[in-house]
């Protein structure tokens, strides 16, 4: 099991994790600390002190949302292979004509997994930056569906939505890091023929792994993009594209929650918490693995969480 530390998070980066993880958090935390959230196998505690601790097998990925792990990240002994990250974005890039990709639903257990492409140009920032776009997670469901329906008109973009029946099909085959790779590259070489002839100054993929990584997967891609990438992570605040794109990818992942609530009667939560145990587990009496198939990933640990409550 892989661990990394992050020291001295600012209180503004301590409360952007706890609202970023907010589905997740544990009802008992380690002494002196501020939360414990479980992520996609992932422990995150967060310490008053400021220090942020990520437990298990994808401990580098799940950090590396937060910053660059060469400079601020500790890793204790538990793998060889030493984390990659991307060169420093150029100082100008935030005024740049860039496509920006984002990706939602990975962390939960119903739902699709949606990633999208978002192309604003030079020309467009100013007016976009006024239609309120900023990193979706600072916003709320409403604002978000507010001001998709006024973007999605008006910014070249690519959505892909993975259907969790979809998604259970695929993910024996793929797991989550080289799935998201191909959607990313899938999406964005999609966008690239829908802008062109027009050609973007650069593609900014908010970062969910090390580029090596990133790159390792996508030469298995029958139609890779390879060329004038960068990766950072928190990319919604390194340009209003992956920003865009973030705001498109929730808004499509809450309609498609709506939908199933509305076809099955019931709330269909986001997240990963009990909630989500509860709830499938009266799919599992409904209508058995079939039905939760159809809106669970069923890879989660929540699927035995479930089948166990269904049981009584």
């Known amino acids: 099991m892989s661990s ?22 544990q009802k008992k935390v380690p002494q002196h600390a501020l939360f414990q959230a479980k992520s996609q196998g992932v422990t995150i505690t967060a310490y008053k002190t400021g220090t942020v ?22 890793p204790k002994k538990t793998s060889t292979a030493s984390p990659q990250t991307s060169a420093t974005l150029p100082r100008d890039f935030s005024h740049w004509s860039v496509i920006g990709s984002d990706e939602v639903g990975n962390g939960s257990y119903f739902g699709p997994l949606v990633v999208c492409a978002a192309y604003v140009s030079r020309e467009q920032l ?22 998709a329906s006024k973007i999605q008109d008006h910014i070249p ?14 993910q024996p085959i793929y ?20 802008i062109a002839p027009t050609k973007p100054e650069g593609i900014l993929i908010d970062q969910f792994t090390s580029e090596k990584n990133y790159r390792k997967y996508l030469a298995s891609e029958a139609q890779p ?7 950072q992570t928190k990319g919604e605040s390194a340009h209003l594209a ?16 709506e939908q199933a609530s509305q076809e ?31 809106h669970a990933k069923l890879h989660f640990a929540n699927t035995q969480k479930a089948l166990k409550l269904a049981q009584r």
């Open 53 to 74: 601790l990520f437990q298990g097998n994808q401990a580098e990925t799940e950090a590396a949302r937060w910053t660059s792990l060469p400079t601020t990240a500790t």
């Open 242 to 257: 992956v920003a865009a794109a973030s705001i498109l990818c929730r808004n499509a992942f809450l309609v498609s929650l």
């Open 157 to 170: 973009h690519q959505l892909l939505i993975v259907s969790p029946s979809k998604y259970n099909d695929i």
């Open 225 to 231: 993009v390879t060329e004038n990438l960068y990766f």
């Open 264 to 294: 099955l009667g019931y709330t269909i939560p986001s997240g990963a918490g009990h909630a989500s145990d509860t709830v499938a587990a009266r799919l599992l009496k409904q209508g058995g693995m079939p039905l939760l198939r159809q």
């Open 126 to 147: 100013a007016a976009v930056k006024a239609l309120g776009v900023k990193d979706s997670k600072l916003l709320k469901d409403s604002d978000i569906q507010r001001i």
């Open 4 to 25: 990394y530390t992050l020291k001295k998070q600012s209180p503004e980066t301590l409360k952007k994790m706890a609202t970023f993880y907010k589905d997740y958090i």
């Open 175 to 194: 797991n989550a890091t080289h799935m998201k790779v191909a959607l990313h590259n899938q999406a964005i070489r999609l966008l690239s023929e829908k």
